[in-house]
């Protein structure tokens, strides 16, 4: 008994706390999941969207995008040659659209902290 005592004594000492085998595999289960599902996210193929679409994403006409389009400010993509139509990414427009963002009243008075 007292033999017992001691090695549990020893092994707290070593390992100034105790955690349950099931405790350990879950939070390695969730780590492995998120990295997981990170990873599937980053990997997959972002499909292009015509004009049209890139248009209604921004609430403006085509003739409007394609003005941006040409003066640099949205990136759109052809194939090769002159007469393809133009193709975007979605996560392209999202940059362009968070770039754009509106400061307000409180973020203005904070830069001059």
Not at 44 to 70: D, N, R, W, Y
């Amino acid at each position: 008994m007292l033999n017992q005592k001691n090695k549990t004594m020893e092994t707290q000492s070593k390992y100034p706390f105790i955690v349950e085998e099931q405790t350990i595999k879950n939070i390695i289960h969730a780590a492995v999941h998120n990295s997981v599902k990170d990873l599937i996210k980053k990997s997959k193929i972002e499909k292009p969207v015509q004009l049209k679409e890139a248009a209604a994403f921004f609430g403006m006409s085509t003739l409007s995008l394609m003005k941006k389009v040409h003066s640099g400010e949205i990136k759109a993509h052809r194939y090769k040659g002159k007469r393809s139509p133009y193709y975007f990414y979605l996560s392209h427009m999202e940059e362009v659209l968070k770039e754009g963002t509106v400061k307000t009243i409180n973020d203005v008075l904070n830069d001059f902290e």
